[in-house]
């Protein structure tokens, strides 16, 4: 009888082979990450003077700290980045990189802090090693203006946040980084365009010639261009169009929080994930941290209506910007479960204990809550004007009637 002996070489290729198979299924749950290296819309610098008469907007260089003539120097920089970043990303780190051409090589702390108001740039555009500036144009950030010669700073210098962003040292000539929590704190805080006034670079403004100077994007050498690196993790993001039945009059809907979940497609249709927020006439995005790309049910849940699934499953892909709407079409809804009010399919209001259907117990809360008189943000208020009265009522009575509830696959 021959022996069969165990071969380590085949043992080892199968088990590299079984780990590889667990990274690839490991690898598709991961969050997609991706990095972006963005160019300013915007840098200058504001040279000290009251008037606000020197600008350099379109200059090869800006400059941080003091002059060799005692004056400070401050640079302003922008970087746009709600349209390099999708909705919804998470910041992982935020690097802003910049190259320094000297003069000065003694080592000094940088800091950059955020500004509090937009800085403009026109067409001023300094000669020589530009130290000095020249003359302000329409649109130039200086020393006063936030645009030359019409709207100012509050304070002259610029206006911007006490905190410290971030610092580094900066000696002689070469590429310096900064990078902190807190500079993904100001990224993060961009996703909203209104808020993104960029960030200003306070050198040492304690003593004369200790200034720095950096390249722009006006750099002759596209090398020397200021940076802002970003690595963010895509998330899902849903823009989600949704009606409340109460709180729309064919014109406006009152604002208010919905719940979003997103559901597996097979039963028993587990939940994966939820985000919030405030719908309005125009929706709102959802941003959905741990959910991967894949087919979901979305299911919308608002305070006193009926919770109302998708139809069908919907792919909702990380980093795309997905968007659903279930106004347009009644079949927008699992089981057409929604009514057409003013030429809007709308969730059905009225499901006040959010048991899933209208009914005689929903009837009597909102009935005893209108003989009181109460007000303010309480749930028998199915008409979302802060207070419940005959018009609740009504429209609590009417679904009641016809037996509405939750529609579920």
Sequence with gaps: MKTKKNNPGKTVIKTVMLLLIILVIKTSELKAQDTVSIVPVMDNTLYE??????????????????????????????????????????????????????????????????LNKFCGEGTSNAPGTEENGTASTLYDGTWKHTYYNTDLWTAPGGDYSGTVSASTTVGGTGYYYWS?????????????????????????????????????????????????????????????????????????????????????????????????EVSGNFGATYCFTNAPTGNYYIVASHRNSIETWSSLPVLLTRGDGDYYDFTDLVTRAYGSNTVLKYGAYCFYSGDVNQDGIIDASDVSSVE????????????TDVTGDDFVDAGDVSVVENNSSISVAVITP
């Design 49 to 114: 003077d009251a008037a606000g008469l020197i600008s350099n907007s379109r200059g090869k260089y800006m400059f941080s700290g003091k002059s060799t003539s005692g004056l400070k120097r401050r640079a302003v920089i922008n970087f746009q980045t709600i349209e390099f970043i999708p909705p919804c990303s998470k910041i992982l780190s935020v690097k802003v990189k910049l190259h320094s051409s000297g003069p000065v090589t003694e080592n000094k702390t940088i800091q950059l802090k955020k």
């Design 180 to 276: 902190s929590p807190q500079l993904i704190s100001d990224v993060e805080s961009w996703s909203d365009l209104s808020q993104n006034f960029g960030w200003i670079i306070l050198g040492d403004e304690s003593t004369s010639n200790s200034y720095k100077r950096f390249h722009t994007k006006e750099s002759d050498t596209a090398e020397y261009y200021p940076e802002l690196i970003v690595v963010y993790e895509q998330r899902i993001s849903l823009y989600l169009i949704s009606k409340v039945e109460g709180f729309w009059d064919g014109t406006n809907t009152v604002d208010d929080t919905l719940k979003v979940y997103l559901r597996n497609s097979f039963a028993p249709y587990a939940l994966k994930d939820s985000a919030k």
């Design 368 to 379: 005893n809550d209108a003989s009181i008189g109460l007000s303010g943000y309480v749930k």
